[in-house]
């Protein structure tokens, strides 16, 4: 376990509806991530938040909406999504934002009929 | 783009052999990162090389740096079957610390 947990870890959902994501962290980290892993894709980063406030938008769509309320919470409300939009997504944390190691969760796997 | 680039894409080997696994990346950093990552899983922290080291070993893992040719390698000595996974490399960007750049991987196989 590397103290960064997610849920849900799968989610099934179609292109009308509204649902979240939730990542929390127990390492006492300033900075957290929202990676999007598509297949045969490189790693995209999506967001950076470091104490609560948002540092990196990395041309993300709108339908994609970080919310981050604490150093220790972050979530990525996600509306009207594309089949395109499946993907692992994947949620990190940082002792300070930067270039530090990263801490990852388990992924959300999302699904968009 | 500052991506690293994975090379070779797959790598399939046996049980005991040594692994090694490249990584090119296109402008200046101040590190680079090895991650690896399980089938659908998060990605795990392997080791980092800052710029102006060459060398890092950490227990079965050494990993190079030649800031002169842009590229990194990461060397699995004695491979075992529980190595199998895909591996990273990361870059951040020399003005912008709050990114870090993805290669597409290296999807190892040890066959036991």
């Known amino acids: 376990e590397t103290g960064v947990t997610q849920t849900p870890r799968h989610l099934v959902m179609g292109m009308t509806n509204k649902k979240s994501l939730k990542c929390e962290q127990h390492l006492g980290h300033n900075a957290m991530y929202w990676y999007k892993q598509s297949a045969k894709k490189p790693l995209e980063l999506m967001f950076v938040y470091s104490l609560e406030e948002r540092v990196e938008n990395n041309s993300v769509p709108s339908r994609f909406s970080p919310e981050c309320p604490n150093s220790s919470h972050l979530f990525l409300h996600l509306h009207t999504l594309q089949p395109e939009d499946s993907a692992l997504y994947l949620c990190?944390?940082?002792?300070?934002?930067?270039?530090?190691?990263?801490?990852f969760g388990p992924g959300t796997r999302l699904t968009v009929l | 783009s500052q991506q690293g680039e994975e090379d070779p894409q797959a790598l399939s080997i046996q049980e005991g052999e040594n692994a090694t696994m490249n990584c090119s990346y296109k402008?200046?950093?101040?590190?680079l990162q090895w991650y690896r990552q399980n089938s659908g899983r998060g990605l795990v922290h392997l080791i980092l090389?800052?710029?102006?080291?060459r060398e890092k070993h950490s227990g079965r893992l050494r990993v190079t740096l030649d800031t002169s040719k842009k590229s990194s390698s990461l060397l699995i000595t004695a491979s075992r079957a529980a190595d199998t996974a895909s591996y990273f490399c990361a870059t951040d960007g020399e003005y912008n610390f709050n990114k870090f750049y993805f290669g597409s991987g290296t999807k190892l196989n040890v066959k036991p």
């Open positions: 990190a944390s940082s002792p300070v934002a930067g270039n530090d190691e990263q801490f």
């Open positions: 090389i800052r710029s102006n080291e």
């Open positions: 402008t200046s950093i101040n590190n």
